[in-house]
């Protein structure tokens, strides 16, 4: 989706379940609650928090305020902010299901698609630039041949440890990691999700000049289309399990997966 500078994806499985990872800022709340209005969902099968830094999670309150959702994924690295606690606040008030993010859970989406989780890193990560974003849960989507690698706020340090973990990264689709950031999406990294397609979740004009040109050149390089949500608006990607196909301004790219 289209939040500014900020993450929110939606994921609809074949069986017609729906997760949402993040929420983007408090004032794009409204924004998702539109969205998912104009896709006709009511309640939510499962909201997902990546780490809890206000751009990814400032908007969820509005959404379990206005949809719901059967369970509640958190990330478990601590960083306490009063939007956090409001958030934790409603879910008690409507009884949902409070679960941390762990390593290699996989959930079943139905129709033959899953979820891995691939972190948080374990032990967590320490004296990074950010620990918050460096122990960022970072998952994947696969559904036949495609897999689709949400790469959450990961820093440099996580990219290592997901490689040193010899998790499955390989993905025809990359949410890029951090909006952008020089100091994510390193060539290593990158060269073991080889994505056909990134999309990048970033706010026009935004104070950090993301996405970083030196990241967009190592996209190029990997051959990658990149999309970017303040240049494309909301992206949209559907597949078969064979092929991909992306939706932006109406118009449709069509990739196949090797």
């Known amino acids: 989706m289209d939040v500014g500078q900020g993450d929110a994806a939606?994921?609809?499985?074949?069986?017609?379940k729906t997760v949402l990872i993040d929420g983007g800022l408090p004032e794009a709340g409204n924004t998702v609650v539109a969205f998912l209005d104009g896709h006709g969902i009511a309640m939510l099968d499962l909201v997902f928090l990546t780490h809890r830094h206000?751009?990814?999670?400032?908007g969820l309150r509005a959404v379990v305020d206005k949809h719901g959702t059967r369970m509640f994924l958190?990330?478990?690295y601590p960083h306490e902010i009063q939007e956090y606690g409001r958030l934790l606040a409603l879910l008690d008030r409507q009884r949902v299901p409070v679960r941390q993010a762990e390593r290699g859970r996989t959930i079943d989406l139905g129709g033959d698609a899953r979820l891995t989780l691939l972190g948080p890193p374990a032990p967590p990560l320490t004296d990074t630039r950010s620990d918050v974003n460096a122990n960022s849960v970072v998952s994947r989507v696969d559904f036949g041949k495609v897999g689709?690698?949400?790469?959450?706020d990961a820093e440099a340090q996580t990219e290592r440890w997901l490689l040193d973990s010899q998790a499955n990264l390989r993905a025809a689709v990359l949410?890029?990691?951090?909006?952008g950031s020089r100091y994510s999406s390193t060539p290593k990294f990158l060269q073991a999700v080889s994505p056909l397609v990134a999309v990048v979740s970033v706010g026009a004009?935004?104070?950090?000049?993301?996405?970083d040109p030196q990241t967009l050149a190592r996209l190029a390089r990997m051959g990658a289309r990149v999309f970017r949500t303040d240049v494309d608006g909301p992206v949209t990607i559907e597949t078969d399990g064979g092929k991909i196909e992306v939706l932006v301004h109406g118009r449709r790219e069509a990739f196949q997966v090797p």
């Open 205 to 211: 004009g935004n104070e950090y000049h993301h996405p």
């Open 148 to 152: 689709v690698l949400f790469a959450a």
């Open 175 to 179: 949410k890029v990691a951090h909006h």
């Open 54 to 58: 206000a751009d990814h999670l400032g």
């Open 10 to 16: 939606l994921i609809t499985s074949p069986a017609g």
């Open 74 to 76: 958190d990330a478990p």
